[in-house]
């Protein structure tokens, strides 16, 4: 009975698609895909491919049809209202289909944030549970990702990191870690009404960035508490829970995680 995989052709996706191959014939997979543009590449590794759009409901039954498993990948919409709505049209397909696991990817820690964000994976969390199909969550933490507000080049360019002053840590993770943990999960019995929270095993601070950019530019990076630097993503940070880790995404992926600097690696070193 095939795995099914919604944002198959996002980034996530792809790299969950990847490891799967790695674990079961690509026949018993399906990309469930918005735009069937991409078909070709998952075609040509003999993986089925259906239509799916959150936005149009009557997509979502057919795409899951027949499969065991459902990989729902959340909605990347900036409107956390709208993505309620698709993220309800998921579920309720996947409940109509009879899948039989939902594996939903949600926000680490949502009940320490009061923001919409940590509100809409809450909620979907809520909805999921009520849906009375068997599920496995995995929240997942702040993508490493962010540390590009940082402007990482430019710091090793000026032998300074300047970030706003603060006791921060950060539980960060990277999609090819998460994409190891949950394909391990989709092949492998059992994770019925699990919730794993996907962190890093230990926080990192901005001390240890500047650290790991100075070993990777092999000159001193040295951080600077600015208290003039503005930025969104600063107050975001302050109101999710970035600090709290677990082990669960070590013990799913069966290896340590990435480290910090391989992690930054590719925000940090200059564009080719
Ligand atoms: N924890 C974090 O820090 C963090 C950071 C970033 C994202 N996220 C979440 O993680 C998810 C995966 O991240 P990612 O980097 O893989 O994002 P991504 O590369 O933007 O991929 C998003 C996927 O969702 C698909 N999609 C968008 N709207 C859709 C719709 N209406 N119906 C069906 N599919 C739709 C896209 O399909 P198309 O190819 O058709 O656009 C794409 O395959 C995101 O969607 C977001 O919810 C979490």
């Not at 009975?1 to 399906?30: C, D, F, H, N, W």
């Not at 909620?123 to 540390?147: C, L, M, N, Q, W």
């Not at 960035?209 to 930025?231: C, F, N, R, Y």
Request: aromatic fraction near 8%; charged fraction near 20%.
């Amino acid at each position: 009975m095939p795995i099914a995989i919604t944002g198959a052709s996002g980034k996530l996706g792809r790299l969950v698609i990847q490891e799967l191959l790695q674990r079961v014939p690509a026949a018993e997979l399906v990309a469930c895909i918005r735009n069937t543009e991409h078909r070709h590449d998952f075609e040509k590794l003999g993986i089925a491919v259906r239509h799916c759009d959150y936005d149009r409901p009557e997509t979502l039954e057919q795409a899951f049809h027949g499969a065991s498993r459902l990989l729902f990948i959340s909605s990347p919409h900036h409107d956390d209202g709208l993505r309620l709505l698709q993220h309800s049209s998921v579920i309720e397909a996947a409940k109509q289909s009879k899948i039989g696991q939902l594996f939903y990817t949600s926000f680490a820690f949502p009940e320490d944030g009061a923001i919409s964000l940590t509100r809409l994976h809450a909620a979907t969390e809520k909805a999921i549970h009520a849906s009375g199909v068997p599920y496995t969550i995995f929240r997942h933490a702040i993508y490493s990702d962010f540390v590009e507000v940082l402007d990482l080049r430019s710091a090793v360019a000026k032998g300074e990191l300047r970030v706003q002053p603060g006791h921060w840590r950060f539980n960060s993770v990277i999609r090819p870690d998460l994409a190891v943990a949950i394909a391990a999960a989709l092949t492998s019995p059992g994770h019925e009404q699990q919730t794993y929270e996907l962190t890093a095993p230990k926080a990192w601070t901005f001390e240890e960035l500047a650290g790991a950019l100075s070993e990777l530019a092999g000159k001193p990076v040295s951080l600077i508490q600015d208290t003039e630097l503005q930025h969104w993503m600063f107050g975001f940070l302050r109101s999710i829970n970035t600090a709290s880790t677990t082990g669960d995404l070590v013990r799913l992926m069966e290896r340590p995680a990435t480290p910090l600097k391989e992690s930054i690696q590719p925000f940090a070193l200059p564009l080719k």
